[in-house]
């Protein structure tokens, strides 16, 4: 078999090689372009598979296939059939059994004929079949016409019917249209009874005893008040109210007076039946139902003051019962308060504790049964009213614990006026103050708790000041030991000095707080009734300052007039016992300095006062006092140190000899007598008494006895530079008076002496400048 690439190849050849007249033949192009053809597409197989079908060697032959004689294209197709045969591949099973190229080439030959004859015996069966449809689709048209006859007798049927009944019809439209519209009608009048009228279950749940408060009856007064408002925006859109508006809010009013008086009755009841034990619990149906009587303030007063009375008598019933029988406090019980009425203190500070606490838990539940928030509020801080509701709660709170201001007014009078010590009457006047001032934000300063609070405390504060008069009377009494020679104060201004700082460092330690509160407040708008507070607590009679101003005269007033009383006694006591003279030098002076005395008490009682603020004004006062006895004692000590050095007389000579007569004709200023006084002097300076005085050693205020010792050497020295000025002066007529001053130190030079002293001229210039304006500001 040759494949058409040989066959492709060879003709290749042959064209390059030299054209031949073969090539150029039909017969040959068609045979060429046959064998260059492919038949792997689906179309040309399906074509060729019809054709195996058509001309299969197991069917015969058509009649247009007979054998024939052949021609000369005969020859050349077969020619053609036998290359194209070899090139195909896939052989048909008619050819594989017939003779090579005998079947292909028959059917080559009557390929048009025997596809028309099949046309023709396909059309000639079609007929066939359609005859019989044809006959079918006669007899459906026959049916057909019928039909549409006995349709056009209905339809004329119907319209003489349709216009003989066509007045009912109208008639039938009508009333569907009315019941329709009657339909609406109801459903509107049946939606409007169900919105605007009460059903009969929440008619009695309103009205009827039988049914208790609850979720039913909070639920139809909602329904109730819903339809009131509903029928006011109804009634709103009208010209003027219809009848059916005002018979409705006329039907819903009379319901909510029925279940106002209802809720009314049932919380009196309620509150008639609580005790002590239910101050922490409040159901949720007694506060909606004090929540909806908000709306009627005279039922809800009247249920109110019920719960007063309740409140009153149950806080009270428990008072008396931690008075006297004790409570339960955690696992284990609570000893009675009047177990310890012997301290006053703890005694007083457990019933307003208890009072306190009592307060407290009233309150909690008082805002639970109101349903008020209280927010976010600091203990003891103000509470402003700025609702009706605080003035309820401030009105009921004030009305439960006014039971208790008999029993307790009563107790604690009795207590405080059993005080004799001033510290432990000033204890309990400060714990009262505390209480009143805490009361007085918390209840109102109107209140009656915090009134005989007020009262209380400020007998307590009368007690207190009658203790401190009595004990500064007491300290006026006292006499010194005659053989006591120590300077320094007292046991008994010591005792009294202790209760004084006792009672600064308390109130010191209870106002600094205040203090700073007070300014907080002040600086805040919104606590409106600090006023009212503050006036609470001055109206009972005490205002903090003035009243440490006032203890502090009452304790340091006679404390000083003892000092300086009891010294004069003793001083003149000691004076008749050894008969000395009214100038009080001698024995005395060694024994006992009074004025050393007076300034130790004094210095020990602004020591005490130094670390208090509101002593300050009493401190400068001492101070006065002191710098006063001060400069005095710096007059005796320089009479003292002219003394001890010799140089009295000889300055007392030169201050009272007029400058125009000699001096030295003076007796105590002669040249030897002023000689001997120099070496006296000089002797004097050597010695620690110069430095320090013995009699200043005493004090015992270290700070005082160097201003005093170096005032009395200042004044010293310049009355040594006075008396060298003399003495060098020709007309106080000394001879060699720069060998008489020169012969001991200092020799006659006062900057030697202030050497020896230790005085720096320029500080001591200072000192002198500050001495002068102290002793202006003392004067004045």
């Not at 405080?416 to 009143?436: D, H, T």
């Not at 300014?519 to 109206?539: F, I, R």
């Not at 203890?551 to 009383?565: K, R």
């Not at 110069?690 to 010293?716: E, K």
Request: proline share 4%; glycine share 4%; with cysteine.
């Amino acid at each position: 078999m040759v494949t058409s690439g040989t066959v492709a190849e060879t003709t290749e050849t042959k064209e390059t090689a030299s054209p031949s007249p073969i090539a150029r033949n039909p017969v040959s192009l068609r045979l060429y372009k046959v064998l260059g053809a492919t038949f792997d597409d689906q179309a040309t197989k399906e074509a060729l598979n019809t054709l195996s079908d058509l001309y299969s060697p197991s069917r015969p032959l058509p009649a247009a296939a007979a054998p024939s004689t052949t021609n000369e294209d005969d020859k050349v197709h077969d020619d053609v059939d036998e290359v194209h045969t070899e090139k195909i591949k896939d052989v048909p099973s008619f050819l594989q059994g017939a003779p090579p190229g005998d079947t292909a080439a028959k059917a080559r030959k009557h390929l048009r004929r025997d596809i028309e004859s099949k046309l023709e015996e396909g059309s000639l069966k079609f007929l066939v079949s359609f005859a019989a449809v044809d006959q079918k689709l006669d007899a459906l048209q026959a049916h057909i016409t019928t039909m549409r006859q006995r349709c056009e007798e209905a339809q004329v049927q119907l319209q003489s019917t349709n216009e003989a009944c066509k007045s009912l019809l109208d008639r039938a439209g009508s009333l569907r249209d009315e019941r329709q519209e009657v339909k609406t009608r109801q459903s509107i009048v049946t939606l409007f009874l169900a919105r605007f009228t009460l059903s009969k279950d929440e008619a009695a749940a309103l009205s009827s005893s039988n049914i208790s408060v609850g979720p039913s009856f909070f639920a139809a007064m909602d329904r109730a008040q819903t339809i009131r408002d509903d029928c006011r925006v109804l009634m709103a859109g009208e010209d003027s109210p219809s009848k059916a508006g005002l018979d409705i809010m006329a039907v819903t009013s009379a319901h909510l007076e029925k279940a106002c008086d209802k809720l009314s009755r049932w919380c009196s009841a309620e509150f008639r039946s609580m005790g002590r034990d239910a101050s922490l619990e409040i159901p949720h149906e007694l506060s909606e139902a004090v929540r909806r009587l908000r709306s009627r303030p005279e039922l809800l007063a009247e249920t109110l003051t019920v719960l007063a009375q309740t409140r009153q008598a149950a806080l009270l019933s428990s008072f008396m019962s931690a008075l006297t029988a004790g409570g339960t406090t955690g696992n284990g019980g609570a000893r009675p308060i009047e177990l310890h009425a012997h301290d006053a203190l703890r005694y007083i500070g457990d019933m307003l504790a208890w009072v306190h606490q009592a307060i407290a838990a009233e309150r909690e539940f008082l805002e639970a049964l109101l349903s008020i928030d209280a927010g976010a509020r600091m203990p003891g801080a103000v509470r402003a009213p700025a609702h009706t509701e605080d003035e309820w709660l401030g009105e009921l709170m004030d009305a439960a614990v006014a039971g208790l201001c008999g029993p307790l007014r009563a107790r604690v009078l009795q207590t405080v006026r059993a005080q004799e010590s001033g510290l432990s009457a000033y204890k309990v006047a400060r714990l009262l103050q505390f209480y009143a001032l805490t009361m007085a934000r918390t209840l109102g300063a109107r209140a009656l708790l915090a009134t005989t609070l007020g009262e209380t405390t400020a007998a307590s504060y009368a007690v207190f000041f009658d203790a401190i008069a009595t004990q500064g009377r007491a300290l006026l009494r006292v006499s010194l030991d005659t053989a006591d020679s120590s300077l320094t104060p007292p046991q008994t201004l010591l005792t009294h000095v202790q209760d004084l700082c006792s009672i600064l460092a308390l109130h010191a330690s209870e106002t600094a707080d205040d203090d700073d509160d007070d300014n907080d407040d002040d600086t805040n708008p919104n606590n409106a009734d600090n006023t009212n507070s503050g006036a609470a607590v001055e109206s009972g009679g005490y205002e903090e300052r003035a009243t440490i101003e006032r203890a502090l005269d009452a304790l340091v007033d006679p404390a000083v007039q003892m000092c300086i009383g009891a010294a004069e006694e003793k001083d003149t006591a000691l004076r008749r016992q050894v008969g000395a003279n009214t100038n009080g030098r001698g024995r005395i002076r060694v024994a006992w300095d009074r004025p050393i005395f007076v300034l130790n008490c004094l210095t020990y009682l602004v020591d005490a006062l130094a670390p208090h603020k509101r002593a300050a004004r009493k401190r400068s006062e001492l101070d006065a006092a002191i710098e006063m006895r001060v400069r005095d004692l710096i007059e005796e000590h320089y009479e003292d140190v002219l003394h001890d050095s010799s140089l009295y007389e000889a300055v007392q000579a030169c201050e009272q000899t007029p400058p125009e007569e000699p001096l030295a004709h003076v007796p105590s200023c002669a040249p030897s007598t002023l000689r001997t006084t120099l070496s006296t002097f000089a002797h004097w300076l050597a010695s620690l008494d110069a430095i320090h005085a013995p009699r200043l050693s005493t004090l015992t205020a270290p700070a005082l006895h160097a201003r005093v010792h170096r005032a009395a050497q200042r004044r010293l020295g310049r009355a040594y530079a006075a008396l060298c000025a003399r003495v060098h002066d020709p007309r106080s007529r000394y001879e060699a008076a720069t060998t008489l001053l020169g012969a001991e130190r200092p020799f006659g030079s006062v900057s030697v002496l202030w050497q020896i002293f230790g005085i720096n001229e320029e500080e001591m210039e200072e000192e002198e400048e500050e001495e002068e304006e102290e002793g202006q500001e003392t004067r004045g």
